[in-house]
């Protein structure tokens, strides 16, 4: 019902940056609290960032953390501005959707309903 499309992934050098954008969609309109995620090969998925359905409320991990900018343009699409890019970002990067509830858990993957199909971000050193 609803559909998810990540783009902006790509191949750069270690310390450049990167735009990945993220929009959710469905037969009609609507805004919805956005996640993204990773997930390296042979490695567990692992939260990235988190908006929530206004922008007001967002969450990194660890390791992204003054790196990574997440920003919400409008109800359905968000960003993922993401700076001095490590090797160890290289990852297939998947955006993450569901409709807002009062307080959604933006880190837990079982929040999200909808799944985009992914964007690679590879880092080369």
């Known amino acids: 019902q609803v559909q998810v499309v990540e783009t902006g992934g790509g191949l750069v050098q270690a310390g450049a940056s990167l735009r990945l954008s993220c929009s959710a969609s469905?037969?009609?309109?609507?805004?919805?609290?956005m996640g993204w995620f990773r997930q390296a090969p042979g490695k567990e998925r692992e939260f990235v960032s988190g908006?929530?359905?206004?922008?007001?409320?967002t969450n990194y991990a660890d390791s992204v953390k003054g790196r990574f900018t997440i920003s919400r343009e409008n109800a359905n699409m968000v960003h993922l501005q993401m700076d001095s890019l490590k090797p160890e970002d290289t990852a297939i990067y998947y955006c993450?959707?569901?409709?807002?509830?009062?307080?959604?858990?933006?880190?837990?993957?079982?929040?999200?309903?909808?799944w985009g199909h992914g964007t690679q971000v590879t880092v080369s050193s």
């Open positions: 993450a959707a569901r409709p807002p509830r009062e307080h959604t858990i933006l880190v837990d993957p079982s929040e999200y309903a909808y």
């Open positions: 469905g037969p009609t309109s609507g805004v919805y609290a």
């Open positions: 908006i929530n359905w206004n922008g007001g409320r």
